[in-house]
């Protein structure tokens, strides 16, 4: 008899992630530069990084998907083979909105 798993697997994923092409500033220790997002969720997103960004505790500025003012997200980044991976911290009501004002008209 096989013992039942403490934590089962998920089959689908809990924040689905929808298709995104907006630029935004990231800023890391060694200075900021802009990149160009891939895709996004409400708890990461995946971004074009030409630039070789270090990995490690960010910030980004994300701009909603009409005028006003950037949201600041702190953010853990790091390297996958498609591009730079960033897992949002600590989102405060302010970003959550942003964030589903760019996901909601994909689902």
Do not use: Q
């Amino acid at each position: 008899m096989k013992p039942l798993p403490i934590y089962p697997k998920r089959t689908a994923r809990r924040h689905p992630r929808v298709p995104a092409d907006f630029s935004f500033e990231l800023w890391h220790p060694g200075g900021g530069c802009r990149l160009r997002a891939k895709n996004l969720s409400m708890t990461g997103m995946l971004a074009r990084d030409e630039r070789r960004v270090p990995e490690g505790l960010v910030r980004i500025e994300l701009p909603p998907p009409d005028e006003g003012e950037p949201v600041r997200i702190e953010a853990r980044a790091f390297r996958r083979p498609d591009g730079l991976a960033l897992h949002f911290l600590d989102l405060d009501l302010p970003a959550i909105l942003t964030l589903a004002r760019h996901i909601s008209p994909h689902l």
